[in-house]
């Protein structure tokens, strides 16, 4: 089954990168999501990788794919007061579902 | 476009009693998913559309919970005979297909008393 496994928590200062990881088990994940959810409010969608690449960069924020061990990584760099949150890995294919982890909350700390 | 919108935002209802929640999807959107999210969990599929035609629903919604996107625009989701189990955030997304992204409402938090 599909199954998505993350450290629940992570602090880091202000000023520092942050690096939270994830592991699935479902190798047909076509593409793997990476979402932030602030207190009371619903997911925002911070970047997402196809199954096929290794990286992608979106400004702050770094993707790392390794598709063998089945293992996604974000990393924020300069970490901000405003980027703590629980942040969502997601795996999917081209239609239906996403599964989710039980989400990691990140504090930054001034 | 103001993105995904979900009325009400919050729902207290007693025990027994049935609920209506309403998703407004991103507009040309044609996919449309609803989720269930409890305290300290990611969110839990529920069901989805792509237009009109419900694709998939998972074993989580009983035969208490239906849903229903009539004109393939917005969707509709009832709670019968609500649970105090029932008590969750039901969230909303929809996506343009492509990446299989989905952008997500603000959700409704229901609580069942």
């Known amino acids: 089954g599909e199954d998505v496994e993350q450290s629940l928590f992570l602090s880091v200062r202000e000023g520092d990168s942050s690096v939270i990881n994830c592991t699935y088990t479902?190798?047909?994940?076509?593409?793997l999501y990476w979402y932030k959810q602030e207190p009371g409010a619903g997911l925002q969608l911070l970047t997402y990788i196809f199954s096929n690449m290794d990286m992608k960069q979106d400004q702050r924020l770094t993707v790392l794919l390794n598709k063998k061990d089945k293992h996604l990584s974000l990393r924020i760099a300069d970490t901000q007061t405003g980027d703590s949150a629980i942040y969502f890995c997601a795996g999917g294919s081209t239609l239906g579902r996403l599964y989710f982890g039980r989400g990691t909350q990140l504090t930054v700390w001034p | 476009d103001t993105g995904v919108s979900q009325d009400p935002r919050h729902k207290i209802t007693k025990r027994g009693q049935n609920v209506t929640f309403r998703c407004d999807p991103i507009s040309e959107h044609n996919r449309l998913y609803w989720y269930r999210q409890t305290l300290g969990q990611g969110p839990e599929f529920l069901t989805y559309f792509q237009n009109e035609a419900q694709l998939e629903k998972s074993r989580l919604l009983s035969d208490r919970f239906s849903a229903e996107r009539p004109k393939g625009s917005f969707s509709t989701l009832e709670i019968q005979r609500t649970e105090q189990g029932d008590s969750a955030m039901y969230l909303c997304?929809?996506?343009?297909?492509?990446?299989?992204?989905?952008?997500f409402g603000p959700g409704t938090r229901l609580t069942v008393l």
């Open positions: 997304a929809s996506s343009p297909g492509l990446a299989n992204e989905q952008f």
């Open positions: 479902d190798s047909s994940s076509t593409y």
